[in-house]
């Protein structure tokens, strides 16, 4: 792993990211096996690790705010839960090349649809109070 002070610095900014829902921990495991030379499956599980502290920092602000739907939560959650079950089994059963290909198209796929997706009628603008 390269030096320490790069590894901070990765935590740091993922965490801002994290902490802005954007999904940090998927930057930290492109940070880790693509500059840092960590195996994927190795970063895949420090990325899960890392997962816990950054959502439980965040999320009291976000429940101040009233930026969690907590009707809409609970059927994520308990979804999330059994993909994530799921995902994990079949995670640590591929081999790391295929985990490498599914990981580049699933952020390919993601950047493609967010260069082209138009703002939906109901979107709130970052200047809108939260309702």
Do not use: C
């Not at 320490?4 to 998927?26: D, E």
């Amino acid at each position: 792993m390269g030096a320490w002070w790069m590894a901070l610095l990765a935590g740091a900014a993922t965490g801002v990211l994290s902490g802005f829902g954007i999904g940090g921990g998927t930057l930290l495991l492109i940070y880790m096996t693509a500059f840092a030379g960590v195996d994927q499956h190795l970063a895949q599980g420090v990325n899960l690790l890392y997962f816990l502290p950054t959502a439980g920092a965040s999320l009291p602000a976000h429940l101040k705010n009233g930026f969690v739907d907590k009707k809409t939560a609970r059927p994520a959650i308990l979804a999330g839960l059994a993909g994530t079950a799921a995902g994990a089994w079949a995670a640590t059963a591929l081999d790391v090349e295929l985990l490498h290909r599914f990981f580049g198209g699933y952020l390919l796929y993601i950047g493609v649809r967010e260069l082209f997706r138009k703002p939906s009628a109901g979107a709130s603008s970052p200047d809108s109070p939260p309702k």
